[in-house]
Each structure stands twice: as C-alpha cells, then as structure tokens.
C-alpha cells in the first residue's frame, strides 16, 4: 500500500518545508476534544532543531522540497473512530494538517478525519 501524502500548512512546525512539505519521518496523529491533533508538532527553536534532529526525513527533503504536499512521512495515527485508521497507521491517500498560527500541538488538527 503507497504511504500517505501529507500536506501541512503548520508554518511554525519545526518540521514545516516550503510547498507545504511536513519534513519528518514519521508523524503521529492523536486523539483531540474536536477530533485529530499531530502530536509531532514542534515550535521552531535552537533547542527543538537539536531534539528533532533524529526525525527528519532526509532523502524526501531533498528530493521534494517544493512540490506542494509532496511529502511522505509515515503516519502513525491513535484517532480509533476515523474511518482512515488501521490498526494504528492512516490508510488515507492524502491527509491535510492545518494550523497556521499554532503554538501548540493542540492547535494543529487533522482535516481528513471522518468519522467511522
Ligand atoms: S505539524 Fe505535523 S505534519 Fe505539520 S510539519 Fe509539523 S510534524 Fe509535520
Ligand atoms: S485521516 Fe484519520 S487516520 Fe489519517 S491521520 Fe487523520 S485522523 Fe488519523
């Protein structure tokens, strides 16, 4: 099964590229009040770069960089009543993060959930 494509407009996420790019290897989506948060989310700062070093997606950084939600990481996602969800990954082709202004994880949300 092709991996997710992940568009993200989260331009505060230490992981955010240009194009709408999410540049991390892997992200996790968790349950949220409303409906699906990425608790990948990271305020860009000195200390997190150094944190976030470990999860970033190298080869689909250099490779897509600008193409608009090309990215690819893998989406580990919790979020049990989405109909996407399979025994704990997203199955969805493409998902959509938003959260322009976010400061916290709990800002970002999933735009693709759809209840099951
Ligand atoms: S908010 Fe999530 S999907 Fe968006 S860039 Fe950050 S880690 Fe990637
Ligand atoms: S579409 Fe559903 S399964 Fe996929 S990441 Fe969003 S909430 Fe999780």
Redo the contacts with the bound molecule.
């Keep these: 099964m092709p991996r997710t494509i ?1 568009e ?1 407009n ?1 331009q505060n ?5 240009p194009g709408d790019n ?3 290897r892997s ?1 996790e989506v968790v349950p949220s009040v409303k409906d699906a948060n ?1 608790s ?3 305020a860009r700062s000195l200390e997190a770069a150094r944190k976030e070093i470990d999860n970033i997606n190298l080869l689909g950084t250099l490779a897509e960089p600008f193409v608009k939600g090309g990215s690819n ?1 893998e989406v580990l996602c919790s979020v049990k009543s989405c109909k996407h969800n399979r025994r704990g990954y997203c199955t969805a082709e493409n998902i959509r ?1 938003s ?1 322009n202004q ?1 400061s916290s ?1 709990s800002e ?1 949300e999933c735009n693709t959930y759809q209840l099951d």
Excluded: K, N, R, Y
């Design positions: 992940t993200c989260v996420c230490i992981h955010w590229m999410c540049s991390a992200i990425c990948t989310f990271e990481p993060i959260g976010a994880d970002t």
